[in-house]
C-alpha cells in the first residue's frame, strides 16, 4: 500500500497519492523558478569565485582571503570542479548540486523511516516546502545546506524513539550528514545534542551509546578538525587569529537578535505550528520541534542577525507544521498555501499579497471553515508563507553598474573598493567578469571600526588589521591594474575614510568616473582603468 493512501481516511477529502505527487512535483517546480529568478546570495557567489581560483591552482587563504573555515571551501568544491569539466555555470552547477543534496536527504529519510507508520503526505510536503522553497534567495548558503544535511539525523531519532529496526548503513549515512552539518557550522552540533537527548529518555541512555550514527558524525568532526591545519596552513596562522579577533565578537545585540526578520519568523512558523497541533504532539512534531530549537540557539551563537543564519530553525519549524497537520482536515492543501505565497511574493513583490493568496489557497484546497479549530492551519499556512516570501525579496542591486559592465564585453578584469561584499558579488559572476583582488570588501575595516565604537578588543591590534586589509587591497589595485572597480556605498564614514588615504588617490589616478548608481539609501560608483578598451 501506498504510504500517502492512509491520509485519505484520515483527512477525509481526496488526498490521493496522484494528488499528492503533483502538489510534490509543483513545489519542485516552484523552487526551480525560484532559484532561475533571484539566483545566489553574494557569499555563496563568493565561494564559488574563491573555489574556481582554488581549482586554477591558487593557494586558499594566501592568493585570495575568505575569513570562513576550510569546511566552507570545501562545501561547493566537487560543483565547481564538475561545472569546470562540463563547461557550465558554477552557479548552475551549485544549485543542481543544492537541489540533489536536498533530494538524498528527504529520500535516506524515507528509507529509514520505512518500516515504520506511514508518513503522511502533509509531512512530506513541508519537508519539501522546507528543504527548497522557503530558503529562497539563501538556497545552497552554508546554513541551508548544513540542514539539509541533518535532515536524516532527524529522521533517525524519530525512527530510534518509536522503537523501529533500523539499518546500520543508512544510520551511517546519516551520521556522516551530521558531521558534515557540524563542520560547516559547529554550533549545530547541539541539535544532535539534543536529539539523543530526546532519545536517551524515551529508549534508554543505551540505545544512544550502541547508535552507529553519532559515531560516524564524530569522525567527520575529528576528520575535519584535524585535516585544518595539515592542508590549510594559512588559514590557521592568518586567518584563524582574525577571526577570534575580528569575526567573532562582532555579533548583533540579543534584542537586536531576538527582534530580526529571520528570528521573528522562525518563531511564528514555531508558534502557528503548535496552535495547528491543537494539543497533540506526536513523536515526530517533538524530533521537529527540538531540531528547530537547536537551529534556534545556534542562531544566537553566532550572533549576527542575518536572515540566512536563522533559515535552519524557520525550515525544522516548518517541518513541525507538517507534523502538526498529518491527520487533519485539510492539511494536504494547506501544506501546499505556503508555496502559493512564496510564489505570490515572486511574481507580485508584496508580501501582503502573497500571505493572501496562500490563506485563499489553502482555504480553497483545504476547504477549510472558519470555525476556531481552523485558524491555527491558515496562521500556519501563512506564516510559512511570509517566510517564503521574505526569503525571496531581492536585496539592493545595482542595475546602472551592471549594464556598464555588460557592455565592456565578457573577461573584464573587476576589483572594488567597499565595505559591503554584495556590490560586487553576485554581479561579477552575472556580467562574465574576473575578480583581481584577493578580497572582495574591506570586511575588517567595518567590523574594527565597529568594534572600536563599542571599546571592545585591543585597539591597537585591531587597528593593525584594518590598516593590513586597507594595504592590501591599494596594493592588489596598483599590482593587478583591473579594468573596472566598484566604488561604494558612497557616504559612509568608512568610505570617507578610506577614499581620502593618500595611497588609494594615488592608485585612483590611473582611473576615471564611468557610471554612477543613485537609489533611495543606496549609491555607488563605476571606474575605469583610463586606458582600458572594452572588446569589440
Not at 586558499?60 to 557550465?88: C, K, M, Q, T, W
Not at 559572476?429 to 570588501?441: L, T
Request: glycine share 10%; aromatic share 8%; with cysteine.
Amino acid at each position: 500500500m501506498s504510504a500517502t493512501a492512509p491520509l485519505a481516511r484520515r483527512e477525509g477529502y481526496a488526498a490521493t497519492p496522484s494528488l499528492a505527487w503533483l502538489a510534490a512535483a509543483a513545489l519542485v517546480a516552484a523552487a526551480v523558478a525560484i532559484q532561475l529568478r533571484f539566483g545566489m546570495m553574494a557569499d555563496v557567489a563568493w565561494l564559488v569565485d574563491c573555489d574556481e581560483r582554488w581549482l586554477a591552482g591558487a593557494v586558499p587563504y594566501r592568493d585570495f582571503v575568505e575569513i570562513n573555515p576550510p569546511a566552507s571551501l570545501l562545501l561547493y568544491l566537487a560543483p565547481v570542479a564538475a561545472a569546470r569539466a562540463l563547461g557550465v555555470a558554477p552557479e548552475t552547477a551549485v544549485s543542481v548540486f543544492g537541489f540533489l543534496c536536498a533530494g538524498a536527504a528527504l529520500g535516506l529519510s524515507a528509507l529509514i523511516l520505512r518500516r515504520g507508520p506511514p508518513v503522511g503526505a502533509s509531512v512530506a510536503l513541508s519537508a519539501i516546502i522546507a528543504l527548497v522553497v522557503l530558503p529562497g534567495e539563501t538556497f545552497c548558503e552554508r546554513d541551508h545546506l548544513a540542514a539539509v544535511f541533518g535532515l536524516p539525523l532527524l529522521a533517525m531519532a524519530l525512527a530510534r524513539a518509536e522503537g523501529m529496526r533500523v539499518n546500520i548503513a543508512l544510520a551511517l549515512v546519516a551520521g556522516l550528514g551530521a558531521g558534515a552539518m557540524a563542520a560547516i557550522k559547529p554550533p549545530y552540533a547541539l541539535i544532535g545534542l539534543l536529539l539523543a537527548a530526546f532519545v536517551a529518555r524515551r529508549t534508554g541512555l543505551r540505545a544512544v551509546v550502541n547508535a552507529p550514527e553519532y559515531y560516524a558524525a564524530a569522525a567527520v568532526g575529528l576528520a575535519y578538525v584535524a585535516s585544518v591545519g595539515p592542508f590549510f596552513p594559512d588559514y590557521v596562522d592568518k586567518v584563524l587569529p582574525l577571526g577570534v579577533a575580528i569575526y567573532v565578537p562582532s555579533r548583533e545585540s540579543l534584542g537586536t537578535l531576538a527582534s530580526s526578520p529571520g528570528a521573528l519568523l522562525a518563531l511564528l512558523i514555531g508558534a502557528t505550528a503548535a496552535l495547528a497541533a491543537g494539543g497533540r504532539y506526536s513523536t515526530g512534531f517533538v524530533v521537529a520541534a527540538l531540531a528547530a530549537i537547536g537551529a534556534g540557539v545556534g542562531y544566537f551563537l553566532q550572533g549576527k542577525g542575518w536572515i540566512y543564519q536563522a533559515i535552519p530553525a524557520a525550515m525544522f519549524a516548518t517541518l513541525v507544521g507538517g507534523f502538526a497537520l498529518e491527520g487533519r482536515r485539510g492539511g494536504l492543501g494547506l501544506a501546499i498555501a505556503g508555496v502559493a505565497a512564496a510564489l505570490g511574493v515572486s511574481l507580485l513583490h508584496s508580501i501582503g499579497l502573497a500571505v493572501g493568496l496562500g490563506l485563499a489557497v489553502g482555504w480553497a484546497a483545504g476547504r477549510v471553515k472558519f470555525a476556531a479549530s481552523e485558524l491555527g492551519p491558515l496562521a500556519l499556512a501563512a506564516a510559512i508563507g511570509a517566510a517564503s516570501g521574505v526569503c525571496v525579496i531581492e536585496r539592493p542591486q545595482t542595475p546602472a553598474l551592471e549594464s556598464e559592465l555588460k557592455k565592456l564585453g565578457p573577461g573584464v578584469t573587476l576589483g572594488a573598493v567597499t565595505e559591503d561584499m554584495g556590490l560586487p558579488f553576485p554581479l561579477a559572476h552575472r556580467v562574465g567578469a574576473r575578480w583581481a583582488m584577493r578580497s572582495n570588501s574591506l570586511f575588517v575595516n567595518a567590523a574594527v571600526r565597529r568594534l572600536l565604537s563599542q571599546r571592545r578588543g585591543d585597539a591597537a591590534q585591531l587597528q593593525a588589521y584594518a590598516d593590513a586589509e586597507r594595504k592590501e587591497m591599494i596594493d592588489d589595485i596598483v599590482a593587478n591594474r583591473p579594468d573596472a572597480l566598484l566604488v561604494g556605498p558612497l557616504g559612509t564614514n568608512l568610505h570617507a575614510d578610506v577614499w581620502a588615504d593618500p595611497l588609494l588617490q594615488a592608485a585612483m589616478a590611473d582611473y576615471r568616473k564611468s557610471a554612477d548608481e543613485e537609489r533611495p539609501g543606496y549609491s555607488a560608483e563605476l571606474w575605469l582603468r583610463k586606458d582600458f578598451s572594452p572588446a569589440r
